[in-house]
């Protein structure tokens, strides 16, 4: 009911930046929360950021000071800017999305996963 695409991964030098971008398509009656969890090889998945609807943001302490992640309503888009990168943010970097359907259910829905590695 629910696809999420990603975009923006990539190849970055340390200390570098890069933008994702997550949007949904699908007829639902909101979205609710919206974050971005990350996997790195051989190691679970972890949340990175969350924004629920109110708009307060959430952050791992790993990432605090350098990630901003903010979401587009219009859009049914969110974004996670990334600073000051370091090759421990390597990991595939998913898009998580939680919306009311129209007949009022809940619905969790995950994107394909954008690659970001960080390296020299």
């Known amino acids: 009911q629910v696809h999420l695409v990603e975009s923006g991964g990539g190849l970055v030098q340390p200390g570098g930046s890069l933008r994702l971008s997550c949007a949904a398509s699908g007829v639902v009656r909101s979205i609710n929360d919206m974050g971005w969890y990350r996997q790195a090889p051989g190691k679970q998945r972890e949340l990175v950021a969350t924004i629920p609807s109110s708009g307060s943001t959430n952050y791992a302490d790993s990432v605090k000071g350098r990630f901003t992640i903010s979401r587009d309503n219009a859009k049914s888009s969110v974004y996670l800017q990334m600073n000051s990168l370091k090759p421990e943010d390597t990991a595939v970097y998913y898009c998580?999305?939680?919306?009311?359907?129209?007949?009022?259910?809940?619905?969790?829905?995950w994107g394909q996963g954008t690659q970001v590695t960080v390296s020299s």
């Open positions: 998580n999305m939680v919306a009311v359907t129209l007949n009022g259910g809940r619905v969790d829905s």
